[in-house]
């Protein structure tokens, strides 16, 4: 069955660091690919989405993400964290002949020290 | 334009006592999913809706839980007889496109614990 791998279950970084929270699936097709943020209190938006073309994609706030076919990764980057990014992340990928059913990771929270 | 519209926020209920959620979609939008949220982990979709018809409903724990879309757009997701294990974050999301590729719009979540 389809799953999804995201490495960190907690990160703590303090601000002006560089993040990368790491994301692997493991379904060999065509694939969807999202990253989604819930910061506290509010509901799950999407930060990211990769559909085709350009591996490296840019989304809100400053964060990218680098799809990595051989790797089979989806790994969000950010050159510099702020104490407003303190959220927890969740990566999930659509399996891309499976309607629009989202399998996601467990979820990285991340904490930026001011 | 408005979200994804979940009510109630909060219940806390006893085991083998029945619950029901409300899902109110994105105006205009076709395709409706439920998920479920246990602490500590990703969300885990239980349902999925094209207008009122069920396009996934795999991992729905079909002996207690129940769910239904009259008329394409509210849904309703009931559990009877809730166990423990139940307790988590009911989540709701709306996609403005049918089957393919879209981006899902998340409502704030029902937390039911169940005692």
């Known amino acids: 069955a389809q799953s999804v791998s995201q490495h960190n279950h907690h990160v703590i970084l303090s601000e002006a660091a560089s993040l990368e929270l790491g994301c692997n699936y493991s379904y060999g097709g065509t694939v969807n690919l999202f990253w989604y943020v819930q910061y506290p209190g509010q509901h799950l938006q999407l930060l990211l989405k990769y559909f085709s073309g350009d591996p490296l994609v840019k989304g809100i706030k400053g964060f990218e993400a680098e799809f990595i076919k051989s790797k089979f990764s989806f790994n969000l980057r950010k050159p510099s964290v702020q104490w407003s990014d303190t959220a927890e992340y969740f990566c999930?990928?659509?399996?891309?002949?499976?309607?629009?059913?989202?399998?996601f990771g467990q979820g990285t929270e991340l904490s930026v020290k001011p | 334009e408005a979200g994804v519209a979940q009510s109630p926020r909060y219940k806390i209920i006893e085991k083998r006592q029945s619950v029901a959620f409300w899902c109110n979609p994105i105006?205009?939008?076709?395709?409706l999913y439920w998920y479920q949220q246990i602490l500590g982990q990703g969300p885990k979709l239980l349902i999925q809706f094209q207008n009122n018809g069920v396009v996934d409903d795999s991992q729905l724990p079909k002996d207690r839980f129940s769910a239904e879309r009259l008329k394409g757009v509210d849904s309703t997701l009931k559990i009877q007889p809730a166990k423990l294990e139940d307790s988590a974050v009911y989540l709701c999301?709306?996609?403005?496109?049918?089957?393919?590729?879209?981006?899902?719009?998340f409502g704030p979540g029902t937390r039911l614990t169940v005692t």
């Open positions: 999301a709306s996609s403005p496109r049918g089957l393919g590729i879209y981006e899902q719009y």
């Open positions: 999930a990928v659509n399996e891309g002949n499976q309607g629009g059913k989202l399998i």
């Open positions: 105006s205009g939008h076709a395709t």
